[in-house]
């Protein structure tokens, strides 16, 4: 059965994105397991690509924040080339964001609020993990994590000062929806002194 996929026109989008994204994230997390889910393209001094998905733990007008290790790949390319892509998909309801802007970490007072809302395991886990590193095995690694609980028994364990929140301020928004025949619905928001500019693009 063919998706009966909802037009996206002009008149109906929101000239504000943020609450456009706010719409329909929220008609996402009706149909969608993790709306949040968002993939993350960044690329070094040498403008190579990487891209990798990641979760969102938070958005407001300021942007849209993850977490990572700085010293992961994301961490290292995030800082030399702080600039991002971001792609949200939400399939069943046959539609993206695309979201483009400067990275800046965001406070330590941040990052440690959001860090103690973690389980344990995913705490220690931040401590065990030298992302992005070699590692030998999977038992190494186990190990790792082992000695790292070890050292804090009894203690509760606290962000590492190489792990924190990065937020994406957003410079430009595309939101696509699916249309028959491949001519889908796409609206570019950039900034403009009243506010944002809305752009249909070709699909």
Known sequence: MTPQWKALLEEDADSDPFVQFGRWFREAAAVVPSPEAMAVASADLQARPSVRMVLM????????????????????????????????????????????????????????????????????GAHASHQSQIIDSREALDLQMQRIESQFVGHQVTRPPWWGGLRVQPQVFEFWQNREDRLHDRLRYTPDPAGWKVERLQP
């Not at 979201?99 to 395991?121: C, H, M, Q, W």
Request: glycine fraction near 10%.
């Open 57 to 124: 733990k938070a958005w407001d007008e300021g942007g849209f924040v993850f977490h990572t290790n700085f010293d992961s790949r994301k961490g290292h390319e995030l800082t030399e080339n702080p600039h991002a892509s971001l792609l949200f998909y939400w399939e069943p309801l046959g539609r993206q964001v695309r979201i483009e802007g400067p990275v800046n970490r965001i406070s330590d007072k941040e990052s440690d609020a959001y860090f103690l809302t973690r389980p344990a395991g995913g705490r220690v």
